[in-house]
């Protein structure tokens, strides 16, 4: 069944301006484009995004990341979304990430690590609505 993901490329994505190459990759893979955005988080934001990760040692430093610059959310569709595009951008951290997977092409380390995918179905869902509206997206099967 066709289901949506969350990517976000991160503000070291759009620093190195590669954010054509990442969505070039992402489209290459058969992701289907349903919304698209730019936007600099605030804090609020991104302490709200990132809400399960409050306790962990890298919060702090997560928030000062993500709030460093323009970051780039987009709704994919595919067949399975979430799994496929994790196994696209590969393991959080790029060292572990597999040959040809998006971090391990330009991911530098486990905390800048180019962009953000889903991790379920429900998730994906709650993080979509963290960005756009629903009149912001093109439905399921909306690319005909
Ligand atoms: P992401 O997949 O967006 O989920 C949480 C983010 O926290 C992760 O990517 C990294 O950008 C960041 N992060 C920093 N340090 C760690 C860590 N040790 N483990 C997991 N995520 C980390």
Redesign the pocket.
Known sequence: MKNRTLA?L?PDCTRKQLVGKVISHIQGAGFKILGLKMVRLNNESAKGF?EV?KE?P?FN??IK?MTSGPCVPIVLEKENAVEEFRRLIGA??PAKADEGTIRKLYAEN????IV??S?SDENAEKEIAHFFSRKELLEINGWK
Do not use: C
């Open positions: 976000i991160k990132y990760h962990r890298f430093d997560l990341y959080t951290d486990i905390q800048e690590n953000h995918g991790d």
